[in-house]
């Protein structure tokens, strides 16, 4: 609820014309006016073993800042139950130089199951230049989680505080980015399962499909661009979890734009912690 006051702070007095009345939308003409300077994301995930997950991500431009709503699906197997989840998020832009942010995201309750989570971010830009330019970027979150404990199959509660963070470096078509994260909890976490997507918690792709309480983690991203319409981003990511139990993710994704369209795929290779996967993605994105 404390969120939800903060995002309204933030977003109604920029929202009032100079007479203190709502603003008007910039174009009422057309009956899908409400998606004026607004992005749509729909993606899909097809693994191993019946695995598959589902994403439809919304942003929009508005009072001086950013929107996002998200809402996933995953299904682990073929005989497992579907875990949906839904977040909210508002970034702003303080300075040229300055992004400030808040999150939040649930986990709706599926076999005794539930989450709820609030974060902020923020990104700095320390160098630019027309040779290149250099973000640092920090996230923090808080997760509330009711997983399972294996050993009984009783609910069991824990308190997941993640510091997630990096520096990204942009030169012309090619972008870098190296980053990392740490997390505390209130309990042991060995032998206790939670479906809450480490995606959710950093905000970065190279965490997608990947659950669990992850103590640490490292990896870094590289992107390239050709003629503002092809891309090809490559990314690694190592987790740790409970007892050196290690997890790892590469991901191959290619794009391309046509017109205000993106198209993308790629697979992603998941080795190590709860088992092997190979995944296939697909999803086409829109701008308004």
Known sequence: MLLMLLILRLAIPASLSAGGHPAVPPDTTGSLWFLHGSETEAELFIGREGYRHAG????RKAWGGTFGISAHVV????????????????????SDRLELGVFTFGYLPTEKQ??????AHATHAVHASEAAEIRLFANSVYARVQATDLATAEPVRVGHGMI???????????????????????????GIETHVDLGEMTHF????????FASSSLGAEVTASWNERFAL????????????????????????RVG???????VQLLRGGRGDNDIVMAGIGRRW
Do not use: C, I, K
């Open 56 to 59: 439809l991500n919304f942003s």
């Open 75 to 94: 299904q682990e197997s073929f005989d497992e139950p579907v875990f949906p989840s839904l977040g909210l998020e508002l970034r702003r832009e303080l």
């Open 114 to 119: 539930h989450a709820w989570a609030v974060g």
């Open 164 to 190: 997630f963070g990096g520096v990204q470096v942009e030169s012309g078509s090619f972008t870098a980015t190296v980053f990392g994260s740490r997390s505390g909890f209130d309990r042991e976490t060995h």
């Open 205 to 212: 792709a190279a965490y997608e499909n990947t659950d669990g």
């Open 233 to 256: 981003t490559a990314t690694y990511a190592a987790m740790r979890f409970d007892r050196h139990s290690a997890r790892h993710s590469a991901v191959l994704r290619p794009s391309v």
């Open 260 to 266: 205000r369209f993106e198209l993308f795929s790629g």
